[in-house]
């Protein structure tokens, strides 16, 4: 193998120069220069990428502190209302929501005066205050009965008489307090007498005329009286009323109708919630309106946000009021802070409340920034509205790590920029990620010149060095091949050329006298010669194949009668006289032009093979019938058969199959190549199957349009 390399190399010695020279030379230094050229071009590229991060950086910072200034400036001329130094509440509820009703960007509002209450000028009632009111009836005879009344109430249980008392307190007293808590006196001892009905009307019209009394608690005695209608209704049974009026309550406490602080909106609500609740998930069959069930879902979903609100200004009202007190004492000038509480960021922004000619203030009026909106509108319209030239992953997250956005997927690289806001308001860290960076090979490569200029010259190197190691593949293959062809032509005419020279040298020194043996000498002679003429005959022709030389000369033919012939004549050898031979040759075959000379060829080839590779059973069949438009012959053996990997290789001249039972049954490896040339010129074909160990079937399909006479060079 070693020698047939040399020989290829040598032989091919011109191509191999010129593709080292032309091709693997240049390509090599135009790579090494197009892979340098894309480093430059991706520290370039890196550094644009970071000079245009930082652009966005402070971009985004610019245009968040131009949101915040404006945010500021517009609370401090709207502190310069003359409503907020009167403490006018109505005008500046009224003023905050024209103002600040419709920007998104802020959560919260809170108005804070030194020794009072914070306020929540958007989120609670227009009358903050309710005063404590303690009354007793004008005169001792009142007074009597009022304490007669209760006695007879909570103590005796006689709610009828009791009834009567509170009535003639009603009757005889101008006072719209006194009256009003009679009527609910009234109202709740009829409940307790079970005269819903009586309850109802009496209560109503507590919720219709003294819709501004309240109890002795201060709490909104409309709003107990509607609490009170609902449980008659429950009780009475009356489900229609009890889930309109429950929902009715409902929306009001959740619109703020009353003026409640946080533990009592609580409350109430929480409890009309449930009630609610547990009506429709118990009596769901009682009332087939699904209307209820959708307007309390929209309720509850409101309801959280109301909760939410409450959580946000009990936070600032506890955590913020006190350190906006502190710090705005220290200075009369407007300013941000934050804080972060039960894991949000509180982004507050406040302002002072001047005092005529004074640099002492009232009071300062503060906002809230919604997180959310900022994060997710204000951040994401400033980035989308910036021309990146490639794709980017960004995060923001706040000091303690937590991730707030995230911009397409995070990379496990680290950030190719990353930086904080002015003042740390907000306090946040963004990072930058280049979502190329991460594989650049990926990044520009696609449109970088270099890049297509190398992948070009890699597939010519590549294309050109399979062309060489195929060339030179190929003429080792060759090489084997006419090595092998001459090693058993040789051995082919060795063996009985050998044989012939002993036999006649006996002949000729008389060695043999017995008549019977010199007839077996000579008929042994004679087979040897049949075999090397046969083996003369397939060089011959493959020689004239090989040249293209070889003519073929048709002529109307009787298939049957010439197949018949051939098997007649092959058995003549004294070789294949024992050898069985089947035929099934249908009757009436149509008559074909071909060339009867090339046809002997390809059947007696094909019948060589059938007995030589069946050194088991010497048993061959040969079947010719019609088949569509075409004459198929058939040569069937029992022998060792071919393996399916090679049955592409089986036609290429000089190749022989590859088996150890078949080392012994050395041939030229022409016999088939000729079989296919012979079919080729006949335009047929020829097709084999094979099973190992069990024989193979070669088949030659004639097309039946060979029906004239003519003469073709190959």
Same mark, same amino acid.
């Given at each position: ?88 509440? %109505? ?34 009632? %227009? ?301 946040? /860290? ?34 050109? %060095? ?111 006289? /024992?050898?069985?031979? /089947? ?132």
């Amino acid at each position: 193998m070693l020698d047939n390399l040399k020989i290829a190399l040598k032989r091919q010695k011109k191509l191999i120069l010129i593709f080292f020279l032309f091709i693997f030379l240049p390509s090599i230094a135009l790579s090494i220069f197009g892979i340098r050229s894309i480093r430059n071009e991706r520290f370039r590229y890196l550094k644009q990428l970071e000079n245009e991060q930082r652009q966005a950086a402070e971009l985004l910072e610019n245009q968040l502190q131009s949101r915040f200034e404006d945010l500021d400036l517009s609370l401090q001329n709207v502190v310069q209302n003359p409503c907020f130094k009167e403490k006018d509440y %109505t005008s500046i509820i009224n003023l905050l929501s024209r103002q600040y009703n419709d920007e998104p960007i802020i959560e919260s509002v809170f108005l804070d005066y030194p020794d009072e209450e914070t306020l929540f000028p958007l989120f609670m009632p %227009t009358q903050p205050f309710r005063e404590t009111t303690v009354l007793s009836p004008v005169n001792e005879s009142q007074r009597e009965r009022l304490k007669n009344a209760q006695k007879l109430e909570f103590s005796q249980n006689n709610f009828s008489r009791a009834v009567v008392l509170y009535e003639q307190i009603y009757s005889l007293s101008q006072n719209k307090e006194i009256q009003a808590r009679m009527l609910n006196n009234m109202a709740r001892c009829y409940k307790k007498l079970e005269n819903y009905d009586k309850s109802i009307r009496l209560y109503t019209q507590i919720c219709e005329e003294y819709t501004d009394s309240t109890t002795s608690a201060s709490l909104p005695l409309d709003l107990i009286a509607r609490l009170q209608i609902i449980d008659c209704y429950q009780k009475k049974g009356d489900q229609e009323k009890f889930i309109v009026r429950s929902l009715d309550l409902y929306r009001d406490l959740l619109q703020m109708e009353w003026y409640l602080n946080g533990d009592q909106f609580n409350t109430y609500s929480s409890m009309v919630e449930k009630g609610i609740s547990d009506f429709l998930s118990s009596d769901e069959k009682a009332l087939d309106n699904n209307n209820y069930h959708k307007e309390f879902k929209q309720l509850k979903e409101l309801h959280q946000k109301i909760r939410k609100q409450w959580e946000i200004s009990k936070n600032i009202e506890n955590s913020i009021i006190p350190e906006l007190r502190r710090r705005l004492s220290m200075s009369s000038n407007s300013f941000h802070y934050t804080r972060p509480l039960n894991q949000n960021d509180y982004l507050i922004i406040a302002t002072t409340i001047p005092k005529d000619q004074t640099p002492e203030s009232l009071g300062f009026l503060g906002i809230k920034i919604n997180n959310q909106y900022l994060i997710h509108h204000e951040v994401n319209r400033i980035l989308n509205e910036f021309p990146f030239s490639e794709k980017i992953s960004l995060s923001i997250s706040n000091l303690s790590g937590e991730n707030l956005i995230q911009i397409g997927n995070l990379p496990s690289s680290p950030p190719t920029f990353e930086t904080y806001f002015d003042e740390n308001f907000p306090p946040w /860290k963004v990072d930058f990620f280049s979502i190329e960076n991460r594989n650049f090979g990926v990044m520009n490569l696609k449109k970088s010149f270099y890049f297509w200029t190398i992948l070009t010259i890699l597939i010519l190197l590549t294309f050109g %060095t399979v062309l060489v190691v195929r060339t030179v593949t190929h003429e080792m293959e060759i090489l084997r091949l006419k090595s092998d062809f001459v090693s058993s032509v040789s051995h082919e005419f060795k063996t009985p050329i050998t044989a012939i020279k002993t036999l006649i040298e006996r002949l000729q020194k008389g060695k043999v006298s017995s008549l019977d043996k010199r007839k077996k000498y000579y008929s042994i002679i004679s087979k040897d010669v049949n075999k090397l003429s046969s083996l003369v005959r397939n060089i011959l022709d493959y020689s004239k194949v090989d040249a293209q030389k070889k003519r073929y000369y048709f002529q109307k033919t009787d298939i049957g009668l010439q197949i018949k012939e051939e098997i007649a004549d092959f058995k003549k050898d004294k070789i294949y006289e /024992k050898i069985k031979i /089947k035929t099934h040759i249908e009757s009436n075959l149509p008559s074909l032009c071909i060339d009867r000379e090339a046809f002997s060829l390809a059947l007696s080839n094909l019948l060589e093979n059938a007995v030589k590779f069946s050194p088991d059973q010497k048993a061959v069949s040969v079947k010719a019938k019609k088949e569509g438009d075409t004459i198929r012959i058939d040569v069937t053996d029992k022998g060792l058969g071919i393996d399916p990997s090679e049955m592409d290789q089986i036609f290429d001249k000089f190749y022989q199959v590859k088996n150890k039972e078949q080392k012994s049954l050395r041939g030229t490896g022409l016999g088939l190549t000729l079989v296919k040339h012979v079919m080729d010129a006949h335009e047929g074909k020829v097709q084999v199957k094979s099973q190992k160990g069990k024989g193979s079937t070669f088949s030659l399909i004639f097309p039946m349009k060979l029906n004239g006479t003519r003469s073709q060079p190959s």
